[in-house]
């Protein structure tokens, strides 16, 4: 398990970044791995998951959360809009709200609901049209949107495309979330989350370099 491994250089990249230890979240990517891995994650005494589909989530945490206190479930996958109720009442931060219709559904259930978790804008800094989120210059104008509707934006993710240098587009996602007031940078994955935290990210999405490599079969 690459989890101390993982710890420890997420302190490093914030000491040399001229950063407060602690400053970054990791999140375990715990989706399509083996219940017992997830489980040893756990058992090593990590809280903050992250999944990339509802129902998956469904099936699995509920089960863990009785066992071990604390458990944070964050969603990094895409949200459609008849699960967005299932995903208020599961997770504890959204990070893929991405399209004005799912803006207005989530806004009526966290009415209806009287609660709604912290919400991340995905932004498709790469304009890649296979991808999902907001294109860069329409993120100011997205952000308000949601804003007027009471939804609790904390912050910005980003999934850069894979075969260009991701710390542009770290880089870009920190200026437009910089701009519109909002402290929150859900960037970096296994193979680049130093450069995130040395470009300001506040949460990393580690999945296989914590638990090995993932087991579609």
Request: glycine content about 8%; charged content about 25%; overall charge negative.
């Amino acid at each position: 398990m690459g989890l101390d491994d993982i710890r420890k250089r997420i302190a490093k990249a914030e000491a040399e970044a001229g950063r407060p230890a602690d400053s970054t979240t990791l999140i375990a990517v715990s989706k399509v791995q083996p219940l017992e891995r997830v489980e040893a994650v756990l058992e090593a005494g990590h809280r903050v998951f992250g999944e990339n589909r509802v129902q998956e989530a469904q099936g699995k945490w509920p089960a863990f959360r009785e066992r071990f206190d604390g458990v944070e479930l964050h969603l990094i996958g895409p949200l459609q809009t008849n699960k967005a109720r299932v995903a208020l009442e599961l997770f504890d931060a959204i990070h893929t709200l991405d399209r004005p219709k799912l803006a207005t559904t989530l806004a009526r259930l966290a009415q209806e609901m009287g609660r709604c978790p912290p919400l991340f804008i995905q932004v498709n800094t790469g304009e890649e049209p296979q991808k999902a989120g907001v294109l860069p210059a329409e993120a100011d104008a997205f952000v308000a949107e949601a804003r007027a509707l009471d939804l609790p934006v904390q912050g910005l993710m980003c999934i850069p495309p894979v075969e260009e240098e991701p710390s542009l587009h770290f880089a870009l996602l920190a200026k437009i979330a910089a701009r519109n007031g909002l402290d929150g940078l859900s960037m970096g994955m296994s193979s680049d989350f130093e450069s995130a935290i040395a470009l300001g990210a506040t949460h990393v999405r580690v999945g296989s370099a914590i638990f090995g490599e993932r087991d579609y079969g």
